[in-house]
């Protein structure tokens, strides 16, 4: 993981695990990308967590976190942050937080 990350444990900017991402291109990533940037561009291809992200791809979240903002950052990816009012969350993310775990 160490490589994965280059030595990093936090994102360029703040991400939160719920932030949601989306492949910004179209197109396959080529091999010049590695291979863990490949990965996630796919999984972007529909709309996904930063957790769900770090679960399908087996890596922390911690890992996962680092690799996304990278990503956001050389414009492969975008991310969509929650809307917190006054530092609080949502309490229907919360919920439906909840109701997944319950599911499980």
């Known amino acids: 993981m160490y ?7 936090t994102p360029r900017s703040a991400l939160a695990m719920e932030a949601l991402v989306s492949s910004a291109t ?4 080529g091999p010049t990308y590695p291979r ?12 996904r967590s930063v957790a769900e992200i770090s679960a ?3 890596v922390p ?9 990278d990503m956001e950052a050389d414009g ?3 991310v969509y ?11 229907g993310l919360l919920e439906r937080v909840l109701s997944g775990l319950r599911r499980l």
């Open 76 to 78: 492969l990816v975008r």
């Open 61 to 69: 979240l911690g890992v996962a976190r680092v690799l996304v903002a």
């Open 3 to 9: 490589a994965l990350t280059g030595g990093r444990t």
């Open 36 to 47: 863990e940037h490949r990965a996630i561009s796919e999984l972007c291809r529909q709309v």
């Open 26 to 29: 179209s197109a396959q990533l």
């Open 56 to 58: 399908l791809l087996s």
């Open 81 to 91: 942050q929650p809307q917190l009012e006054a530092g609080l969350p949502d309490r």
